[in-house]
């Protein structure tokens, strides 16, 4: 037996057993963080020697100039041909779900003219230039690229710069294919604080840009978390995650693969399994037992089941709802015969995969929206990355004489109230007598 956590939803001190196994410590690690203010300011005062001398340390590349780490386009293009014929074929298909789904999602200006004449509305444009970060060394990650730079692309973003960390050289084809395909700009092959660095500071070679995207290690989640400010940040993502409502009708190895799909990110994933049925949470622990040794990865998903894993029993589907609603999970399965109505009750996820077919793994790659998902509870309060994270809103206001005049004795009112002098008067010299 793996010692999976049992927890049931009738016990006196489940809340406080359900607050102890979702929380996540977030503490800053003071040598973290001193690193990635060293890196940081590195990159400020030194740009491209700086960027080189990192590079040169924590990822063995030794170069004569961070233009040699830019990767042409014309390689980019080569990649993608390169590749076999059936990884293209993926590619561009979910490359090509990515886009249809985030194309429904572009925001576009809109106004409206009252009575007066008075005209009034709100001004989207995209962004002038994004940042995109792919995870590179341990493992590599072409279907981060596509749920990044696509939907930037789909809000009209002229430039996309990636950077992606290659250590001793080692590139991944797949990535750079999916790149070209999702039409980023430049790419160089750099990681860790001192890409996130480069972006948000630009040095000699490396444009600054106005947003950074993508996922990273605790050195980069800790650099965007210090650079926000000075450019915009997507999110500070937590260890994934997924939670599954079961109502005991699946297939108990197709419940346990799911668990098995977020374990295998990290130790510190985690995979809860809520059902009313406590024979099928037995069950799927069976499976478990069964399929772990099977898995290339069976250690790291080992280490997160043990850890951070849980059952839980609940008297029925509405309070598995409620429970889900108290975690607001990344992922959400709904393995359930009418997901439709379960649907209804669920108020804080960040993407809901629905039915008994709708694997979690099929949104990671090529359903169509993203992947990039709030964690650690923030589910509560945020949402998926998309088309509206690459674009801006200006109000447009536009008073006719009438409006400036009726409206500016309301404001008039107001700012004095405010003991605002100035704003009162700059309003009143509209009023009409």
């Given amino acids: 037996m793996y010692g999976i956590t049992r927890l049931n939803a009738s016990d006196g001190n489940f809340q406080q057993k359900l607050e102890k196994l979702i929380a996540w410590d977030e503490a800053l690690d003071e040598q973290v963080y001193t690193t990635v203010k060293g890196v940081l300011a590195g990159i400020k005062k030194s740009g491209d020697q700086a960027l080189l001398d990192y590079t040169s340390t924590f990822d063995g590349l030794e170069v004569d100039s961070v233009a040699d780490l830019e990767v042409s386009n014309e390689r980019l293009k080569m990649a993608l041909r390169n590749i076999s014929d059936q990884q293209r074929a993926a590619l561009e298909n979910a490359a090509n779900r990515v886009r249809s789904y985030h194309e429904k999602q572009a925001q576009g200006s809109w106004q409206y003219t009252e009575a007066d004449g008075t005209l009034l509305g709100q001004r989207v444009l995209p962004l002038d230039s994004a940042g995109l970060y792919v995870p590179g060394g341990k493992a590599a990650y072409p279907s981060s690229v596509l749920m990044n730079a696509i939907p930037a692309k789909v809000a009209g973003v002229e430039k996309i710069v990636m950077v992606v960390p290659t250590?001793?050289?080692?590139?991944?084809?797949?990535?750079?294919?999916?790149?070209?395909?999702?039409?980023?700009d430049r790419v160089f092959t750099i990681g860790g604080a001192q890409a996130i660095?480069?972006?948000?500071?630009?040095?000699?070679?490396?444009?600054?840009?106005?947003?950074?995207?993508?996922?990273?290690?605790?050195?980069?989640?800790?650099?965007?978390?210090?650079?926000?400010?000075?450019?915009?940040?997507?999110?500070?993502?937590?260890?994934?995650?997924?939670?599954?409502?079961?109502?005991?009708?699946?297939?108990?190895?197709?419940?346990?693969?799911?668990?098995?799909?977020?374990?295998?990110?990290?130790?510190?994933?985690?995979?809860?399994?809520?059902?009313?049925?406590?024979?099928?949470?037995?069950?799927?622990?069976?499976?478990?037992?069964?399929?772990?040794?099977?898995?290339?990865?069976?250690?790291?998903?080992?280490?997160?089941?043990?850890?951070?894993?849980?059952?839980?029993?609940?008297?029925?589907l509405r309070e598995a709802a409620d429970v889900s609603n108290r975690i607001a999970p990344e992922h959400l399965e709904l393995s359930v015969e009418e997901p439709d109505v379960l649907l209804k009750q669920i108020r804080h996820a960040g993407a809901i995969f629905m039915?008994?077919?709708?694997?979690?793994?099929?949104?990671?790659?090529?359903?169509?929206?993203?992947?990039?998902?709030?964690?650690?509870?923030?589910?509560?309060?945020?949402?998926?990355?998309?088309?509206?994270?690459?674009?801006?809103?200006?109000?447009?206001?536009?008073?006719?004489?009438?409006?400036?005049?009726?409206?500016?004795?309301?404001?008039?009112?107001?700012?004095?109230?405010?003991?605002?002098?100035?704003?009162?008067r700059s309003a009143e010299y509209r009023i009409k007598d």
């Fill in 167 to 184: 250590p001793r050289g080692e590139v991944s084809e797949l990535v750079l294919a999916a790149a070209a395909l999702s039409g980023v």
């Fill in 197 to 316: 660095a480069a972006l948000a500071y630009g040095t000699e070679t490396i444009p600054a840009v106005d947003k950074i995207v993508g996922p990273g290690n605790i050195y980069v989640a800790t650099a965007k978390r210090e650079v926000f400010g000075q450019v915009g940040i997507d999110m500070i993502a937590g260890p994934s995650e997924i939670l599954v409502i079961c109502d005991g009708q699946t297939d108990p190895d197709w419940i346990a693969m799911d668990l098995f799909s977020q374990a295998e990110h990290d130790e510190n994933a985690q995979s809860i399994l809520i059902c009313p049925d406590e024979r099928f949470l037995d069950a799927v622990e069976k499976s478990i037992e069964k399929l772990l040794p099977t898995m290339e990865r069976k250690d790291i998903i080992e280490s997160s089941i043990r850890s951070r894993a849980a059952f839980i029993k609940v008297a029925s």
């Fill in 355 to 424: 039915g008994r077919y709708t694997a979690e793994a099929l949104g990671d790659y090529c359903a169509g929206p993203n992947h990039v998902l709030p964690t650690s509870g923030t589910a509560r309060f945020s949402s998926p990355l998309g088309v509206y994270d690459f674009q801006k809103r200006s109000s447009i206001i536009n008073f006719s004489e009438d409006g400036a005049s009726t409206q500016g004795k309301v404001a008039s009112v107001l700012a004095r109230g405010e003991g605002l002098t100035a704003h009162a």
